[in-house]
């Protein structure tokens, strides 16, 4: 019998609909020779296996299961594409190592750390990376314009501490926009972050390790037309995505190298995305790290397969397999 395979997607904040797109397209990459294959979708309200487009059957949560006809199917595998909670924080990693089902991506800690943005900068401070100075406000604390002005400068960017796809994500140029741009990103979490603009070339590199193998994908440059790489960029096409990126070799050389030194520092697995910021100098600093990248046909990581000369359902399948053996 193939091994079953759930695709989890949806989840509870406002990158539900990214979610889907992600999934649809694991849907078209994963090698449906080698596993039987169905979507997930979680919201707050219930777990649902889609069946067909007219059938969706609950998920037992005891055990990650469903009834179909009077047959229970159990899951071997979740690969998990929600981006936002559950499915990037940890909290759905928890569960799956409760349950004992094998899963795609970081594991608890790694997932819960990277997912805050201003607990992971500065951990990795610690080991030398660097990256922009930002203040981090919790629900109920407040901070001044002019604070704002003097501590980070202007322009600078607002965003939520635990947020993604750039939802909630303002930036500020003067003193007049600092408070409506924290009310904004307070709407997408408890927790906002003020982050000093960087100027420089935007770049980003995906990575996954196996037992068997370790590989560093090619460098993306990203240029959007907007001022910043904000939803509409990312999502309706508003941006360049060059692979490879149009910088030298050693400059390639030491991404990809920061990329794995990095991915081994959080103790990642499975697929995971690293954005930066080239700035003067040649100066690498480092943005975030996506534990839960997209993964329609046009996001980062498959554009970097393709590139590599390599196949989605390989790479998917060397995921798969890792965790299965």
């Known amino acids: 019998m193939k091994p079953v395979i759930a695709v989890v997607a949806g989840g509870y904040s406002s990158e539900n609909t990214v979610s889907l797109q992600s999934a649809a397209g694991l849907l078209s990459f994963i090698d449906k020779d080698q596993y039987d294959v169905y979507e997930v979708i979680l919201t707050r309200e219930n777990w649902q296996v889609v069946i067909s487009k007219d059938e969706q059957l609950p998920i037992n949560k005891n055990d990650f299961s469903f009834i179909h006809g009077n047959k229970k199917i159990k899951f071997d595998f979740a690969y998990i594409t929600i981006h936002g909670t559950p499915g990037e924080d940890g909290l759905l990693q928890g569960y799956f190592d ?19 943005k201003f607990t992971c900068n500065q951990y990795l401070k610690s080991y030398g990376v660097k990256v922009a100075e930002s203040i981090l406000l919790r629900e109920g604390q407040t901070i001044s314009s002019k604070e704002v002005k003097e501590k980070i400068g202007f322009p600078c960017f607002i965003k939520s501490n635990v947020g993604g796809s750039s939802f909630g994500m303002t930036k500020v140029k003067t003193e007049a926009e600092v408070q409506p741009a924290i009310a904004l990103a307070f709407k997408e979490g408890p927790e906002v972050m003020i982050e000093a603009f960087m100027q420089g070339t935007e770049v980003t590199c995906g990575i996954y390790k196996t037992k068997m193998k370790s590989v560093v994908l090619p460098v993306t440059e990203v240029v959007p037309h907007n001022e910043f790489f904000d939803f509409d960029a990312k999502y309706h096409g508003q941006v360049d ?21 990095l991915y081994d520092i959080l103790n990642c697995k499975g697929l995971v995305r690293i954005d930066y910021i080239i700035t003067k100098g040649d100066v690498i600093n480092l943005l975030e790290v996506n534990t839960t990248p997209g993964m329609t046909p046009t996001s980062f990581i498959p554009q970097q397969v393709r590139a590599a000369g390599l196949q989605m359902k390989d790479v998917l399948s060397d995921i798969i397999n890792n965790e299965l053996k």
């Open 98 to 116: 409760m349950t004992g089902i094998p899963y795609s991506n970081c594991g608890v800690l790694a997932s819960a750390l990277t997912f805050n």
């Open 241 to 261: 995505e060059i692979t490879p990126a149009r910088i030298s070799r050693e400059l390639t050389e030491r991404i990809q190298q920061l990329t794995s030194t």
